[in-house]
């Protein structure tokens, strides 16, 4: 089981970011992914959730509104979308496996002027 997030980076307030989570080694379509992120000095939370055929999705509060998971099992990618990106958003961003309990290395995104 390998997975592999990409698409983090620097962005101003308000900006947006979409991060993508690349899995293999089983068969994606059958599971629940998650999003969590780090922020420094800071226990791993919790972000969103995404149903094994994308049909069903839930937010943290703190991003409700502003992020959109989603995924593409014909490609084996969890996506991230983020908009109207607060500081407070800094962190490093990790897609998870539940089923597997397996964590991908993580990308980070920096949100500052």
């Known amino acids: 089981v390998q997975l592999v997030e990409s698409g983090g980076g620097l962005v101003q307030p308000g900006g947006s970011l979409r991060l993508s989570c690349s899995a293999s080694?089983?068969?994606?379509?059958?599971?629940?992914m998650h999003w969590h992120r780090q922020a420094p000095g800071k226990e791993r939370e919790f972000i969103a959730h995404?149903?094994?055929?994308?049909?069903?999705?839930y937010y943290a509060d703190s991003v409700k509104g502003r992020f959109t998971i989603s995924r593409d099992n014909a490609k084996n990618t969890v996506y991230l979308q983020m908009n109207s990106l607060k500081p407070e958003d800094t962190a490093v961003y990790y897609c998870?496996?539940?089923?597997?309990?397996?964590w991908g290395q993580g990308t980070q995104v920096t949100v500052s002027s």
């Open positions: 998870y496996v539940p089923t597997w309990a397996k």
């Open positions: 080694g089983f068969t994606f379509r059958s599971y629940l």
């Open positions: 995404i149903s094994s055929t994308g049909d069903s999705t």
